[in-house]
């Protein structure tokens, strides 16, 4: 079974040190056979951006000419094909440069006559989730600029043996429960 490092905590405070739980786990008769850092993709060049404006496109009905502050001097324009963004809505964008997870990389271009200067990203493109149906919409306010890699936390997989006996931890509640117990909180 594996789990969570960072879905563990949602229940119990753990040490900042996720190694740790390999120790300890073992102690508690939940065998770790393996556990692995979630890398996650490398987003560098992916900022927060904040869309400014949302015109229809001049040459193509289902694409839209977008005004989005980056955090540069000046906004960026980008063709946008995703329909369930307005203007104030901050989103994930890929500035010239980026390389998306599966190697997409992006650059300035003319999409139907309409030069674009980067790309605003659905979930499915930064492998940040499965919503390919439009633009990830980043809750909250983070600051435009932001690079999108610090919003979100690296997790750590830990792959457990849990033994016949203890079908009390074949979840995510029941590791949970035993830590707490462990750590006394």
């Given at each position: 079974m594996k789990v969570s490092v960072e879905w563990l905590r949602e229940y119990v405070e753990l040490p900042d040190c996720a190694?740790?739980?390999v120790d300890v786990l073992p102690m508690l008769g939940i065998e770790v056979e393996e556990d692995e850092e979630d890398a996650g993709a490398s987003l560098d060049k992916v900022v927060v951006g904040?869309?400014?404006s949302r015109e229809p496109h001049p040459e193509?009905?289902?694409l839209s000419v977008c005004s989005v502050e980056v955090g540069a001097d000046e906004p960026a324009t980008i063709v946008?094909?995703?329909t369930n963004f307005s203007p104030?809505?901050?989103v994930p964008?890929?500035?010239p440069g980026a390389k998306l997870p599966g190697g997409f990389k992006i650059k300035k271009s003319k999409l139907r006559g309409v030069a674009?200067?980067?790309m605003m990203c659905s979930a499915k493109e930064l492998e940040l989730g499965d919503d390919e149906s439009g633009l990830l919409l980043l809750p909250g306010s983070p600051g435009i600029g932001t690079p999108v890699d610090s919003l979100y936390a690296k997790d750590k997989t830990?792959?457990?043996e849990v033994t016949a006996n203890r079908g009390d931890c074949l979840s995510h509640f029941g590791v949970a429960r035993e830590l707490a117990a462990h750590y006394q909180t």
């Open positions: 190694d740790e739980l904040e869309v400014l193509a009905d289902r946008c094909g995703a104030g809505d901050r964008v890929a500035l674009s200067e980067g830990l792959e457990l």
